[in-house]
């Protein structure tokens, strides 16, 4: 039974930074992926960052073009957003599945299991 809560949302002009953080509890094994997904209203839920616990092997969409980070510390998954776009405005989700071989992609949202209530980031012009 995994818990994910996420944190740091909020507003920003654009070009400014922000950083989520989700806390994880529940996980008896150790080898999972986390990711962050985003969903805006009209769009579809998309992956911005995935990491392999335990390693430095990371992945992102073109879309954000190297302004996001993801990393993983002190039981906390974070995602560091830079340079922020109008664009980047949505609900930010937090999620996990213990999975290695995710056919479709690490950034695919049917292959994670479990997800956290979201966090709005919206960045105004």
């Known amino acids: 039974q995994v818990q994910l809560v996420e944190s740091g949302g909020g507003s920003v002009q654009a070009g400014g930074s922000l950083t989520l953080s989700c806390a994880a509890s529940?996980?008896?094994?150790?080898?999972?992926?986390m990711a962050w997904f985003r969903q805006a209203p009209g769009k579809e839920r998309e992956g911005v960052a995935a990491?392999?616990?335990?390693?430095?092997r990371t992945y992102y969409p073109g879309s954000v073009k190297g302004r996001f980070t993801i990393s993983h510390a002190n039981n906390t998954l974070r995602l560091q957003m830079s340079s922020l776009k109008p664009e980047d405005t949505a609900m930010y989700y937090c999620?996990?599945?213990?999975?290695?071989?995710?056919?479709?992609?690490?950034?695919?949202?049917?292959?994670?299991?479990?997800w956290g209530q979201g966090t709005q980031v919206t960045v105004s012009s």
């Open positions: 990491i392999y616990i335990g390693s430095p």
């Open positions: 529940g996980y008896t094994v150790s080898n999972y992926w």
């Open positions: 999620a996990a599945d213990r999975r290695v071989n995710m056919v479709g992609g690490v950034l695919t949202p049917d292959n994670y299991d479990h």
